[in-house]
């Protein structure tokens, strides 16, 4: 189904099905999405600022390019999702299953990602300034050329990582480590 470039500001869309739906473009500004289900949507280019997503499923959705700075993720499936250049600073992703996600680009910075499970993500170019990855799995994550200056990374976490010109903690820039990938 498409709604693209839709009006649904300000609406109340707590818990509706817009799984497959194309929003590309839509105007969701202050929509209240908790719960909805979104997963497989498309939601580039789309105007979520002050919206409420809650809980939602937005497993495999795009949302490239998309504006998400300060919003509320907590408990939602955000897994497989493509994220590419989207600005998540301040975002909320407390509780949040981030496997397979690709972040590409996306702008991080300062972000808490404590304890957060980003198995196989992709964070090729990503902004990780200031980041707290405190307890997060950063298994097979891809991190070439991201940016993890003044994050908050545990000693060995990124062990499993693959790293490639990639902006250390201390701001110095890795070479490139295959070494324990297949």
């Not at 949507?41 to 490239?64: D, F, H, K, V, Y």
């Not at 994550?141 to 790293?163: F, H, R, Y």
């Not at 902006?167 to 324990?180: E, Q």
């Amino acid at each position: 189904e498409t709604v693209s470039g839709c009006d649904l500001s300000w609406q109340n869309l707590v818990g509706v099905d817009l799984r497959e739906v194309n929003l590309r473009g839509a105007n969701l500004l202050g929509a209240n999405l908790g719960g909805s289900n979104l997963s497989e949507a498309n939601l580039s280019e789309a105007n979520l600022t002050g919206a409420n997503l809650r809980g939602a499923n937005l497993t495999g959705a795009n949302l490239i390019e998309v504006d998400l700075r300060g919003i509320d993720l907590s408990g939602s499936g955000l897994s497989e999702a493509n994220l590419s250049e989207a600005n998540l600073s301040e975002a909320n992703l407390t509780g949040v299953d981030l496997t397979g996600i690709n972040l590409t680009g996306a702008n991080l910075a300062g972000i808490n990602l404590t304890g957060v499970n980003l198995l196989g993500a992709n964070l090729t170019g990503a902004n990780l300034r200031g980041a707290d990855l405190t307890g997060a799995n950063l298994n097979q994550t891809v991190l070439i050329n991201a940016d993890l200056t003044d994050a908050k990374v545990e000693q060995g976490q990124l062990g499993q990582a693959l790293l490639c010109n990639t902006k250390t903690i201390d701001g110095s820039v890795s070479g490139c480590d295959l070494s324990g990938r297949n």
